[in-house]
């Protein structure tokens, strides 16, 4: 009887293992910190405008100081939050809630209070991207050099790295967009906002959406309801570097003077490197203050990454080893073929990729 309850244990306890992974809890498998809304109110000086570092799609981030002296993050959902809003908020939780990584936003802790939901992050001093290149948290910042542009896309692709190659199942981010890349004291830069990624798990429908992610940085699959794979966060990394390269934004607004053909920096960059003419695209404040070989590298990788098809786009093991040059980039035929050599491209890339192991 001792034996077969013995043995009843072992296998309850090792099936039960086998099916666990640190995603499948709806709480986070980290410690988070449970903060309650009075603590938060008070280390916010009552949620005051006055300490609001920026606004999104779902709510307001306050910088915060904590009883114990330590600067955080808030970010505070709106009282009148969306389903979309609470299922970010639960994302958020249980996938950043359960990964660590440099190379990622810490969260620290959580408020969960009637319909209150407050998720609280170490604070990055220099905010984001966004705000650094386009100036608009009116930070007196001034023009990023190209070495400091250069660390963040490598720390980008790190973090990428991370989430799909790393984590295990793999995570993808879902969201990559200058808004969502933060940077420490010394502008090293860390993903956040995890509030549209989804753990990968073969087909998986939880991740078929109707419309996710942000307009211009979504992957053309993507286009209404689609999958969300590694491919597509590689797509955005895409469009970031341009970005980052550029200094503006992938879609120019009205009332700027700029030529139609430049309106749009994914097709824009598509044409120059037709054109033979990448180096146009670098962000004029730089001037000639930039390592040529580099930004080349990255405006190449960049349009290896916005291929329409997902599969001709590099896979992030692939671009970290391209970044340390010890992998060459196939040139870019298919984009501008009429009809598309893809078994063809796909059969020598495979084989590049032999050669460079
Ligand atoms: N941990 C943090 N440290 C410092 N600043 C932060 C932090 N998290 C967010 N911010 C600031 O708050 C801003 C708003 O962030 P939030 O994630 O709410 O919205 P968003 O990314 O701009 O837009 P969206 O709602 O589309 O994601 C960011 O752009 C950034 O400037
Ligand atoms: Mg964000």
């Known amino acids: 009887m001792t034996i077969i309850y013995i043995l009843y244990h072992l296998w309850d306890t090792l099936f039960r293992r086998s099916r666990t992974n640190p995603f499948d809890t709806a709480t986070p498998t980290l410690k988070l910190q449970k903060f309650s809304y ?25 910088r915060g100081i904590l009883r114990d002296g330590k600067s955080v993050a808030i970010k505070k959902l709106d009282a009148a939050s969306s389903l979309q809003a609470e299922r970010e908020f639960q994302s958020e939780l249980t996938i950043l809630g359960s990964i660590r990584s440099p190379h990622v936003v810490s969260l620290l802790g959580y408020c969960i209070e009637k319909n209150k939901r407050v998720l609280v992050y170490e604070y990055m001093p220099n905010r984001s991207l966004q705000d650094l290149l386009f100036n608009d948290g009116n930070l007196n910042s001034g023009c990023m050099n190209w070495e400091k542009r250069f660390q963040v896309i490598q720390d980008v692709v790190m973090a990428l790295e991370f989430l799909h190659n790393e984590c295990d199942p793999p995570v993808i981010h879902g969201d990559i967009k200058p ?178 192991l």
């Not at 009075?38 to 799609?57: C, H, R, V, W, Y």
């Not at 962000?283 to 599969?311: F, G, H, S």
Request: glycine share 8%.
């Open 179 to 356: 808004s969502n890349v933060l940077l420490d004291w010394d502008f090293k830069a860390k993903i956040s906002d995890f509030g549209l990624s989804r753990v990968k798990v073969d087909r998986d429908l939880s991740s078929t959406t109707s419309m996710r992610g942000t307009l211009c940085y979504i992957a053309p699959e993507f286009g209404g309801c689609g999958y969300l794979m590694e491919k597509g966060d590689i797509y955005s990394l895409g469009v970031l570097i341009l970005v980052i390269v550029s200094g503006r934004r992938p879609l120019h607004v009205l009332n700027s003077p700029m030529k139609f053909e430049k309106a749009n920096l994914i097709s824009w960059s598509r044409q120059l490197a037709q054109a033979g003419n990448i180096l146009e695209l670098v962000d004029e404040k730089l001037k000639d203050a930039y390592n040529k070989e580099q930004v080349t590298l990255c405006i190449n990788l960049a349009l290896a990454c916005l291929q329409r098809l997902p599969e001709l786009r590099p896979d992030i093991g692939d671009i970290v080893k391209i970044l340390r040059g010890e992998m060459d980039l196939l040139p870019l035929t298919f984009e501008f073929s009429p009809s598309p050599p893809s078994r063809f491209y796909s059969r020598s890339r495979r084989k590049h990729s032999e050669q460079s």
């Open 38 to 62: 009075k603590e938060l109110k008070s280390a916010t000086n009552q949620f005051n405008a006055d300490n609001s570092i920026g606004k999104g799609g779902f709510g307001t981030v306050f």
